[in-house]
């Protein structure tokens, strides 16, 4: 009996080494999220950070709205994007499909590039209120053509920060772990 339940645990082991192994080794099997720094999805309509928040110099908070009311960031809704393009940039293929679908009553089906696990809550409004900059996290979001995870947002990453006398942000585990 002890030679079978070790042998079922050996094949349970190399099961999991191999698992693991794969999870390393292909990003097919990685998990999207945490940890993905310079994580760059493809989007389905292009949109320049660097024209937007660099040279036109648009706040986080216009397009991204709810961040200074709720713990969630909120991805655009397609009615804060046609506030100037229904008359900015008309003749621009992607503004025509997003007026397109607009006018539908439908959404764009932006890709989040920003993820934490399931287990972890950022409070985006407790931040913002405090003063801690955009650019702390996401970087310098008005250089990004096209935005990409900057940080890792690991648990270490984030308790750095935390731990910064100037910050008197809290440490206990139950202001990120609900």
């Avoid at 292909?26 to 292009?46: E, L, M, T, V």
């Avoid at 961040?67 to 046609?82: F, Q, Y």
């Amino acid at each position: 009996m002890q030679k079978k339940v070790k042998s079922i645990m050996t094949i349970a082991f190399l099961g999991l080494a191999l698992l693991l192994n794969l999870n390393m080794g292909c990003s097919k099997f990685q998990p999207a999220i945490g940890y993905n720094k310079n994580y760059q999805p493809d989007q389905p309509i292009p949109f320049d950070h660097s024209l937007h928040v660099g040279t036109y110099q648009m706040k986080c908070q216009y397009c991204h709205n709810q961040v200074e009311r709720t713990k969630h960031a909120n991805i655009p809704a397609l009615s804060t994007c046609m506030n100037c393009h229904v008359q900015v940039k008309t003749d621009s293929p992607y503004i025509k499909e997003m007026n397109e679908k607009y006018q539908k009553g439908e959404s764009i089906e932006w890709v989040r590039v920003h993820m934490l696990p399931d287990h972890v809550q950022f409070n985006h409004s407790a931040h913002v209120q405090k003063g801690v900059s955009c650019a702390t996290c996401h970087g310098p979001i008005d250089t990004m053509n096209v935005v990409k995870q900057f940080s890792d947002l690991s648990m270490g990453w984030c308790v750095n920060c935390h731990r910064q006398s100037e910050n008197k942000a809290p440490t206990n585990c139950s202001t990120c772990h609900h």
